[in-house]
């Protein structure tokens, strides 16, 4: 029996197509969204949870080494529009709505990292999240900030130690807002706006999300990883989307924003260097209640 794949003995144009396909296939892969604490980082069941990806056109790479080099060339190669990364985040089982799942869902990652230049997320929210406590923003905001930094700065892989070696640079940043009623059987007790209906929500998460997303923009941490985001209801087609492009902009002080986990960068990389934008020594501003935007 020939140890040669088979897939070697079909013609290129059609071992190219087959590729295509492949590279094509959706996800439902869910990993850790941010970085173990401390004390799992020693537990091999957390790790071994957290640290698996499974990607089709990775895993046929295995078969043989010249098919490696063959997938290697087609999912560089200039020509490929798989450049879109799809990513799902929820906060379906969280406690009163103020934290994301500890864990996102991946649905397509059709290229390395070095070539993806959009990421689409879909942000699932049950009605009655709330963006903003009275002490300032809930840690659901820091928890969506801390998904794009890792990926930013460690790609794919979100809750790995080390840094790519090249920080990911996306020419645009796709947000798809969705709202969903909860279920009585697994919504937490007391949660805080049980009766709110699901349009009201909506348009409040909305114009809460969007409010962040100017702060965030205006801060300036994003230039050099992000060049433009645009937000959109996800069932409201393309015509109701609000769009922002990110400028350079004298960061300042961010002593009062790490505090709140909106520290951008980590350990050994940081896009802000990369850029040449660091933060400079002027008066603080910290991301309080004062700056949130109107939710109702």
């Given at each position: 029996m020939s140890s040669q794949s088979r897939l070697l003995d079909l013609p290129p144009e059609l071992r190219g197509q087959i590729y295509d396909a492949v590279v094509a296939l959706p996800l439902d892969c869910q990993?850790?969204?941010?970085?173990?604490?401390?004390?799992?980082?020693?537990d091999p069941a957390t790790a071994a949870d957290t640290d698996r990806l499974s990607i089709p056109w990775l895993d046929l790479m295995l078969v043989c080494k010249l098919i490696a080099k063959e997938?290697?060339?087609?999912?560089?190669?200039?020509?490929?529009?798989?450049?879109?990364?799809?990513?799902?985040?929820?906060?379906?089982?969280?406690s009163?709505?103020?934290?994301?799942?500890?864990?996102?869902?991946?649905?397509?990652?059709?290229?390395?990292?070095?070539?993806?230049?959009?990421?689409?997320?879909?942000?699932?929210?049950?009605?009655?999240?709330?963006?903003?406590?009275?002490?300032?923003?809930n840690p659901i905001l820091s928890q969506l900030y801390q998904v794009l930094n890792s990926l930013i700065h460690r790609g794919p892989l979100l809750a790995r130690?080390?840094?790519?070696?090249?920080?990911?640079?996306?020419?645009?940043?796709?947000?798809h807002l969705r709202v969903v009623k909860p279920d009585p059987?697994?919504?937490?007790?007391?949660?805080?706006?049980?009766?709110?209906?699901?349009?009201?929500?909506?348009?409040?998460?909305?114009?809460?999300?969007?409010?962040?997303?100017?702060?965030?923009?205006?801060?300036?941490?994003?230039?050099?990883?992000?060049?433009r985001i645009v937000c959109r209801s996800a069932d409201d087609g393309d015509g109701d989307a609000t769009k922002w492009d990110v400028h350079r902009k004298t960061i300042g002080d961010m002593g009062e924003w790490n505090r709140y986990q909106f520290n951008w960068g980590v350990?050994?990389?940081?896009?802000?260097?990369?850029?040449?934008?660091?933060?400079?020594?002027?008066?603080?501003?910290?991301?309080?209640?004062?700056?949130?935007?109107?939710?109702?």
């Open positions: 990993i850790a969204g941010q970085t173990q604490r401390r004390e799992q980082q020693t997938l290697h060339h087609h999912v560089h190669r200039d020509a490929s529009g798989n450049t879109t990364y799809e990513l799902e985040v929820d906060n379906l089982m969280s009163r709505g103020r934290d994301i799942a500890k864990k996102v869902t991946w649905r397509q990652i059709p290229c390395p990292p070095c070539r993806v230049r959009t990421l689409q997320a879909e942000l699932v929210f049950i009605s009655g999240t709330q963006f903003w406590g009275n002490g300032g923003p130690q080390s840094p790519l070696g090249s920080n990911i640079h996306l020419d645009t940043l796709i947000l059987e697994k919504q937490p007790p007391h949660w805080p706006s049980p009766n709110e209906p699901v349009e009201k929500s909506k348009k409040r998460l909305r114009n809460g999300l969007e409010g962040y997303i100017s702060m965030i923009v205006n801060r300036g941490v994003l230039f050099g990883a992000v060049d350990p050994g990389s940081s896009s802000l260097e990369a850029s040449g934008v660091l933060p400079e020594a002027v008066p603080k501003v910290e991301p309080s209640q004062s700056d949130a935007p109107d939710e109702d």
